[in-house]
Each structure stands twice: as structure tokens, then as C-alpha cells.
């Protein structure tokens, strides 16, 4: 089974910076493209960015690009998302998930396992 435990959430003002992470648990050494997904109150989830296994190649959502960056380190089962030049617009809960059909699927009710999520407020 795989479990994932987001944290880095918390309370920012507009511009301010944040990361995010995601660990990883699982019984196999299998490693999983992952992405990060958001969602604020009252709106549908929206795909945020993706990494494949191998860190090599990245996936992000035109209202993020050049601001948020999507990173992994396998040796600590881990996934980062560095959120640079925040706007209240980034308020949302923000979830990782793994095990996408294919990497930088952005569909995330295609993908097998998901975190609690952690919420990320960004004050103006």
C-alpha cells in the first residue's frame, strides 16, 4: 500500500514564498511519477504540476509556470512544490498524488493514491 503526507502548508502574504512536501510510504521500492493538485473551496480540483520517476522531465499548469517549481528526491521518497510570487488566486488546499496512467496525467481521478492535503492561505 502506498500512503502520502503532505505538509509546508500555512499562512502567507501576497508574493511570499512556500514549500510544500510529500512523503512517501510504500512496502516496494516502485517509484511513481507524482503530481501536485489543488483545490480552493466551492471550485472543481485543477491539476497543478507533475514530475516523472525520474525528476527528469515536469509538467505544469499555465496559471503556475515560471512561479511554482516541482522537484523530487527519490532517496527520500519525497516530492517538493517551491511556490515563489504567491497570489491569493494560490489559496486552496494542495494534494500529491501518485500513480498516474501515464506521467503528467492531469486528470486527477485517474490517479491510485492521494494525500490528506495541506492548505495553503495567501493573504492580500
Known amino acids: 500500500q502506498v500512503q502520502l503526507v503532505e505538509s509546508g502548508g500555512g499562512l502567507v502574504q501576497v508574493g511570499d514564498s512556500l514549500r510544500l512536501s510529500c512523503v512517501i510510504s510504500q512496502r516496494t521500492t516502485r517509484v511513481y511519477p507524482m503530481a501536485w493538485f489543488r483545490q480552493a473551496p466551492g471550485k472543481v480540483r485543477e491539476f497543478v504540476a507533475a514530475?516523472?520517476?525520474?525528476?527528469?522531465?515536469?509538467y505544469y499548469a499555465d496559471s503556475v509556470k515560471d512561479r511554482f517549481t516541482i522537484s523530487r528526491d527519490n532517496a527520500k521518497n519525497t516530492i517538493y512544490l517551491q511556490m515563489n510570487s504567491l497570489k491569493p488566486e494560490d489559496t486552496s488546499v494542495y494534494y500529491c498524488?501518485?500513480?498516474?496512467?501515464?506521467?503528467?496525467?492531469?486528470?486527477?481521478?485517474?490517479?491510485?493514491?492521494w494525500g490528506q492535503g495541506t492548505q495553503v492561505t495567501v493573504s492580500s
Open positions: 498524488a501518485a500513480e498516474p496512467p501515464v506521467a503528467g496525467h492531469r486528470i486527477g481521478d485517474d490517479y491510485n493514491y
Open positions: 514530475i516523472d520517476w525520474s525528476g527528469g522531465k515536469t
